[in-house]
């Protein structure tokens, strides 16, 4: 069927997610010299590394404030774009992951064409719902202790101590650069390499023109 162009992006939402891939990456850059520091040195001086870590951390915990504040009381879609209904963590769920490890490779179509209101499939939305909603806040959150953990000290002592909150900062740091890269990834798995990228520069996407409910029951709710 013909593609036709579908305005999916808001100008708000481009500007943020390019915000906070430039910030995510920083933090993974940063975080691995301050992790290696004597194998990887992109950053300059440990010193320098610290700082641009630091700043760059602020800002994706404010863009994160951005984005839940746009979704939240701007558009009012937080809920219907990131959170999956019950029925689709069963068979649409499923459809899409035997497309992305087996149809794509067939030329097979992707089950889900994406909508305004319904831009995210039902992988995308349970993936989406660990990330902003419990991996990038907790990051976040262990990062800004990390900047001064006063406020916290007695508790981090029963607890076993600042290496602790090290370590948990750490390994949310690694789901998120995986997720990341995974993201970058099944991002290119359009029509050509670049399909996806570029509804988040120009706002349109081109998407063939289905019915939803046809193809994937119990998604007319």
Known sequence: MKPKLVYLQPTPVRIWHWLNA????????SGAQIRFP?????????????????????????????????????????T???VPKMNELSYPLLRQLL????????????????TPDSKFNPMQ??????????????VSLSGIALL??????????????????????????????AFLMT???LATLGSTPLAYFKPMWTGWEKVEH????????GLAE
């Open 22 to 29: 430039l910030g995510i990456v920083t933090l993974c850059i």
């Open 38 to 78: 004597e194998f990887i040195t992109i950053c300059g001086s440990y010193r320098s590394a610290i700082l641009l870590h630091n700043t760059a951390g602020i800002v994706v915990a404010l863009s994160f404030s951005i984005w839940f504040f746009y979704y939240k009381w701007v558009s009012g879609a937080l």
């Open 80 to 82: 219907s774009l990131y």
């Open 99 to 114: 497309f992305y490890c087996y149809g794509y490779f067939k030329g097979a179509s992707s089950p889900f064409h994406a």
């Open 125 to 138: 939305k349970s993936a989406y719902l660990a990330i902003m909603f419990v991996i990038v806040p907790f």
């Open 148 to 177: 001064n953990i006063g406020p916290i000290r007695q508790i981090l002592l029963m607890v076993g101590g600042l290496q602790i909150l090290v370590i948990v900062h750490f390994l949310l740091a690694c789901m998120l650069g």
């Open 183 to 185: 993201h970058v990834y």
């Open 210 to 217: 289905h019915d939803n409910t046809d193809e994937q029951p």
